[in-house]
RNA sequence: GCGCCUGUAGCUCAGAUGGAUAGAGCAACGGACUUCUAAUCCGUAGGCCGCAGGUUCGAAUCCUGCCAGGCGCGCCA
């Protein structure tokens, strides 16, 4: 709707540039808005103002030329006027709002899809937590993040990949291994000051109970070995712990890449070969350091160390090249918000090898703070006290938590309050959103009791469809589409969140004033043809973040 | 000290590319179930959009400076 109203102002602007009216042949882009007030129609554009100096006449006869020569093929608009400054108000006739109906029928579940992404190949990167210990809340949050927006863009015709990336190498693998051992030498009886820069949890106490039973007696050649063999063991039982807790989640990906291949292969080593033919590293005090201060970083970075050992961001250039070099055009970073300062040494190594800085893109994940009842949940890390996603979703439900994670745009902090993310009311927004599923569902199945059923293929007159309610519903089902191209533009999973509570509002408002099972055929196909139409765009939307949608609750 | 993010109703938050009189939910108060699911709805009230300047027809939105909070500034990950 809102395109046809910006071709109709073009159109408009054009012929009256023919005319000799409008000077100027440069329109630049025509903007048409949906106005807050009732009172200023529809849509609305602010062309006149924004063209006014371009075409050298005060806005208002800019606004007055294109209204004059407006054309309206398929009678869309009631009335439209010119306001204020020079705003053209566009009032749509009501009926015009219906057709929406036929094509939410005709593409299901396709609905709001588009082909902005023209099949480009994406990478979405998320979670990658270190396989030291098992996730929690906030890693919930950036799965829920990272996973809606890989949805939402495949939705928008990217192609897309999830992929998550298993730092399985370096200091803290073996800082695990170092720990797993110490408390499985506590379980052989050994006294042992338990150093605290190793892991805490209890979880690491499980996992020497594990590596008991495999090994019953300490027959590790050396202290090097039993570290070698419980990181391995360690890290392969928590990665499994990890796909599982997301599997549950509701989160699978297509491949998780592991750090450790990329030195097996030589990949780091090559990358950095590379760098050094170029010119774009060099030793210094003994380091090897890469010149990211090249491209916009405040300073270089050391890859290689004094000691010989890589550092984490080495192996990252190579993983990042490694991942244009599998063909991905886009490449999407989910991080916790506490690693920003890392953008622009990574972004400095994407153009280092010869990318456009806009193909390298990070969604950054502020923290969670764990409430019940309004009171923080306390959590240490360091202790290897806290609250893990399992835990929460256990208590919660899979639903309930993806919903609440996305309540919010990825960059605020967000509370998650345990006791309301279970409360089945009003204050738990997820459950305000699916009851709209399960009451039109509800509705559906009272309405073929009655032999409705068949009168509810949506191609049946639906012009009846007037009252307030029914077209404020109508104009909400409108903008679904444009959502979701938002949504995927700014990767931006909240705006659908918002989107679907705000059409649940206007679905209950409805249902609670008008029914939808009358004693009139007509009136009674027209209102199940409208109340699908939400059914489905409840369902579409909410699959879009990865929530299901009851058919009865 | 430098950099990034945040500051909107009592609370929690929306307000993309600048638009007209600032938007929800919660909490508070008052109402609505003999009806297709009350996990719902309707009504009332609530605001120097952190502060001060600037840019222009027009600023919560852009620029500058302050104030407050969070995070980051390793040859850690």
Avoid at 228 to 242: D, H, L, Q
Avoid at 357 to 370: A, E, G, H, M
Avoid at 489 to 506: Q, V, W, Y
């Amino acid at each position: 709707m809102k395109e046809k109203i910006k071709t109709m102002i073009y159109h408009a602007a054009l012929k009256a540039h023919q005319k000799g009216i409008l000077p100027s042949p440069e329109f630049g882009e025509v903007e048409v808005e949906e106005p807050k007030m009732e009172t200023h129609g529809d849509f609305s554009t602010n062309f006149a103002m924004t063209s006014a100096s371009r075409q050298k006449m005060p806005p208002r006869n800019v606004a007055k030329a294109v209204l004059d020569h407006l054309s309206d093929p398929d009678h869309l608009v009631e009335r439209s006027e010119m306001a204020g400054p020079g705003f053209i108000n566009f009032f749509i006739r009501p009926s015009a709002w219906s057709p929406i109906l036929k094509t939410i029928h005709a593409q299901k579940g396709r609905f709001g899809f588009s082909e902005i992404g023209k099949g480009k190949r994406v990478q979405v990167e998320y979670v990658s937590s270190n396989p030291t210990g098992p996730l929690h809340v906030g890693h919930g949050r950036g799965a829920a993040v990272g996973d809606s927006v890989a949805n939402i863009l495949s939705f928008c015709g990217y192609n897309v990949q999830r992929e998550y990336y298993v730092n399985d190498s370096g200091r803290q693998i073996e800082t695990l291994g170092r720990s797993v051992l110490l408390r499985f030498k506590e379980l052989l009886g050994e006294k042992s000051d338990f150093p605290p820069e190793y892991y805490q949890g209890d979880y690491i106490r499980g996992l020497a109970k594990e590596v008991m039973d495999i090994k019953t007696k300490p027959d590790f050649e050396s202290d090097e070995e039993g570290i070698s063999f419980c990181a391995r063991y360690a890290a392969k039982n928590i990665t499994e712990g990890m796909r599982r807790d997301l599997e549950q989640f509701g989160v699978v990906f297509n491949r998780w890449f592991s750090e450790q291949s990329l030195y097996d292969s030589g990949k780091v080593d090559n990358v950095l070969k590379e760098l050094h033919n170029r010119g774009m590293v060099y030793e210094k005090d003994g380091a090897l350091w890469f010149q990211s201060s090249r491209f916009g970083d405040e300073k270089d970075r050391v890859v290689i160390r004094k000691g010989g050992q890589a550092t984490y961001f080495a192996s990252d250039i190579a993983y990042h090249k490694d991942k244009y070099d599998r063909g991905f055009e886009r490449v999407i970073d989910v991080w916790g918000a506490d690693h920003h300062g890392y953008i622009p040494r990574m972004s400095a190594a994407v153009q280092a090898s010869g990318h456009r800085k806009d193909q390298f893109q990070v969604i950054l994940v502020q923290l969670v703070n764990l409430l019940r009842g309004g009171h923080p949940v306390a959590m240490s890390t360091r202790a290897g006290e806290f609250v893990t996603l399992k835990d929460v979703m256990d208590e919660v439900g899979k639903d309930a938590a993806r919903f609440i994670f996305l309540t919010r745009h990825h960059e605020s902090p967000l509370d998650f309050d345990l006791e309301v993310a279970k409360k089945k009311s009003n204050d738990n927004p997820v459950y305000y959103v699916q009851y709209v599923h399960a009451r039109i569902s509800s509705i559906i199945r009272k309405g073929k009791e009655r032999g409705a059923a068949e009168t509810v293929s949506g191609d049946k007159p639906i012009e009846c469809l007037s009252a307030l309610e029914e077209i404020q519903l109508l104009k909400a089902l409108s903008r679904y589409p444009d959502v979701v191209c938002c949504s995927a533009e700014f990767m931006e999973p909240h705006r659908i969140t918002f989107f679907l509570m705000e059409l649940a509002s206007l679905f209950h408002a409805y249902y609670n004033k008008h029914r939808v099972l009358t004693e009139d055929p007509g009136l009674t196909s027209a209102r199940m043809s409208l109340v699908l139409a939400v059914k489905e765009v409840i369902r579409n939307g909410l699959s879009l973040l990865g929530v299901s949608a009851p058919e009865t609750m």
